[in-house]
């Protein structure tokens, strides 16, 4: 009842949705029974501004603010209302699978700071303090201040230049290489080269455990409204969720040429973790056409360098990085220097794995990480055959694939955040003769080599060993969306292992910034197995 995508979530507008309203006061303890009614699909739920523990009674679980759920699946997963900072508002809860959050799998978290009649307050036993005080602020006042000036802009893309526009699969679908309607956020001071002929990447900002975030956001679309939702960061939900949900007043988008300012806290106890980041004028469909990101939160007190030059780019925006912890700082004993990436996975095919017949073997529409895709039909018709399908297709030129790739040397510690940027389906993520434990920070994990991920799910992938594994081993390795049809269609790339030495990229070394080491050594507490 009004064509407005910025306003879909609003009450004023609408009224509450006919989805169950969800209530409770700031500091109440919630559980969210998610139960999978046997329907023929996967689903994937997303939280708001709160986060949960994987395991729910083991204090070492990572914590989470979204996970996916399978056919006759369970899970008990608790939080406190108005997150560890206690902010009240409307909070939005949804599927994070395309289409089914467009078809209405969203709701809302009412978060209360006064008693209201119809709602009776959690016995005294469960809550002796009553409803706690709102903070003035989501951060602390002594919490270190990171600022970003990041604009929106319209940026058409190729996922492929060397490519054609689309690539015919089966049944008449095609794989669509292009994104003529694409959109992108990006920082302002590269906003002029990436509107240009280099080609972007998904915005990756990177801030560490107990940092102040500021957003300095400015629309420069053409038409569209403008907003930044990061869901799994701390924020107060009537000033910086990026949405218009429920009661909360004001307008939290931006039209364009206009800016506003979003204030996010990387609260200490949700752990080193990340957060996807859409634009919320268009929800519907501004992160189907690119406009999506990350921030990546890092131990305390860390820079960041890149890889091949050395230089400082911890206030600019780069998918991979080397994050060199400050080990002067107590709660770092134990952690030491790693390099950090991001992958972004986007697909857009409802079909495959569906029951339709003709039964479709392959992926059609948009399907890419970063923003690219290397198709094995594409890579046919350049000369590969199937069976060296990951191999150069022209021996005496040989060429990467456009995909990311990650570069280290042998036993260099590695994290890779897998971000389901916008996905219709499930995915399978796998780094070829490597494993990480399933659970980062618990020590005696079960350790795997593929793990699933959903659309608007984040997974933080702590390589077991390092680079190269246990064995340091040199050589190219293949990441990939291991669902065959996916990897098909381009999802794809590499993890090349370089000797120790190797002057390609720099040595995870401890000379330079944040080497000092602690002078107190107390037990380390939440330090990545996957370190150790």
């Known amino acids: 009842n009004n064509p407005d995508t910025s306003k879909l979530f609003s009450s004023a507008i609408h009224g509450d949705p006919g989805t169950p309203l969800l209530r409770a006061y700031t500091g109440d303890t919630m559980v969210f029974r998610l139960l999978h009614q046997l329907m023929n699909e996967s689903h994937v739920w997303t939280i708001a501004g709160h986060t949960f523990l994987t395991e729910r009674y083991a204090a070492d679980a990572n914590r989470k603010n979204s ?13 406190k209302a108005g997150g560890f900072q206690g902010m ?83 049944f008449e679908r095609k794989i669509e290489m292009t994104m003529p309607e694409g959109k992108i956020f990006a920082l302002e001071e590269e906003a002029a080269t990436v509107a240009g002929n280099v080609m972007p990447n998904p915005l990756t900002l990177r801030a560490n455990l107990g940092d102040c975030i500021k957003v300095n956001l400015k629309n420069k679309m053409k038409a569209s409204r403008a907003s930044f939702f990061a869901p799994g960061l701390a924020f107060d939900p009537k000033d910086s969720q990026g949405l218009n949900v429920g009661n909360n007043a004001g307008d939290q ?26 634009d919320g004028g268009n929800i519907v469909l501004n992160p189907r056409n690119g406009l999506y990101g990350a921030i990546v939160i890092g131990p305390k007190g860390s820079q960041y360098r890149d890889p091949v030059t050395g230089a400082d780019v911890s206030q600019k925006n780069v998918w991979r990085a080397d994050v060199i912890v400050d080990a002067s700082l107590p709660e770092n004993v134990g952690k030491r220097n790693y390099r950090d990436v991001a992958l972004f996975f986007q697909d857009e095919d409802n079909i495959i794995g569906t029951a339709f017949m003709p039964y479709v073997q392959n992926v059609a529409g948009l399907t890419s990480v970063n923003y690219r895709a290397e198709p094995y039909k594409f890579r046919e018709e350049q000369g590969c055959s199937l069976g060296k399908i990951f191999q150069p297709c022209a021996v005496d030129k040989p060429e990467d694939p456009v995909t990311p790739l990650i570069e280290a040397h042998a036993g260099d510690a590695i994290r890779i955040h897998v971000i389901g940027a916008n996905s219709e389906q499930n995915g399978m993520f796998s780094v070829e ?64 292992v370089l000797p120790t030495g190797d002057a390609r990229i720099q040595p995870l070394s401890a000379s330079g910034a944040g080497a000092r080491q602690a002078e107190v050594q107390p037990e380390p507490q939440a330090i990545p197995t996957a370190m150790k």
């Open 67 to 79: 996970i996916h759920v399978g056919i006759a699946e369970r899970y008990d997963l608790v939080t």
């Open 88 to 170: 009240p508002g409307d909070y939005i809860h949804f599927n994070g699978r395309t289409s089914h959050f467009a078809e209405g799998g969203w709701g809302i978290i009412r978060v209360l700071d006064k008693e209201v009649a119809d709602l009776k307050p959690l016995p005294k036993g469960t809550n002796p303090l009553g409803i706690p005080a709102t903070p003035n602020s989501v951060c602390p006042s002594d919490a270190p201040v990171k600022s970003f000036n990041v604009v929106a802009l319209d940026r058409p893309m190729k996922l492929n230049p060397k490519a054609p526009d689309a690539i015919e699969v089966d």
């Open 253 to 278: 988008t931006v039209a364009p040429g206009e800016s506003r300012t979003y204030t996010y806290y990387a609260h200490p106890l949700n752990k080193e973790t990340t957060s996807l980041v859409w």
């Open 433 to 496: 003769g490597h494993e990480w434990p399933i659970e980062p920070y618990m020590p005696g994990a079960d350790m795997i080599s593929v793990v699933e991920y959903a659309g608007s799910e984040t997974l933080d992938v702590f390589i077991r060993g390092g680079a190269g594994g246990p064995y340091r081993q040199v050589g190219d390795f293949v990441w990939s969306n291991a669902r065959l049809p996916y990897t098909q269609s381009g999802q794809w790339g590499y993890l090349r």
